[in-house]
């Protein structure tokens, strides 16, 4: 069992960046690929991007490839989101997710799931 929280949300400017933690609580973090989802009010979750167990590979979704970046410190049972060049449509609830095959970028392939974390970015 793999326990998420996520942190590092908030309020920022158009432009501006933040960057979101989760941590993960188990021994067995580097047996896990992990994804970021969001969700943002009246919308259906979707993905955001994904990192393999040794972090080697990465994706990105399409709306957020080239600003954001997706990293994991193995030893701190930690995976990142750096969010750069923020837009207001980039506002919603982002979770983190664990999964235990592969690096996938389908929601249901997910076995766990942190609370989530509000970014709410200004025009």
């Known amino acids: 069992q793999v326990q998420l929280v996520e942190s590092g949300g908030g309020l920022v400017q158009a432009g501006g960046s933040l960057r979101l933690s989760c941590a993960a609580s188990?021994?067995?973090?580097?047996?896990?690929?992990m994804g970021w989802f969001r969700q943002a009010p009246g919308k259906e979750r979707e993905f955001v991007a994904a990192?393999?167990?040794?972090?080697?590979?990465?994706y990105y979704a399409d709306s957020v490839k080239g600003r954001f970046t997706i990293s994991r410190d193995n030893a701190k049972n930690t995976v990142y989101l750096q969010m750069n060049s923020l837009k207001p449509e980039d506002t919603a609830v982002y979770y983190c997710a664990a999964d235990s095959l592969t690096l996938a970028t389908m929601e249901g392939e997910y076995d766990y799931w942190g609370q989530g974390t509000q970014v709410t970015v200004s025009s």
């Open positions: 990192i393999s167990r040794s972090g080697g590979s990465t």
């Open positions: 188990g021994r067995t973090f580097s047996s896990y690929a």
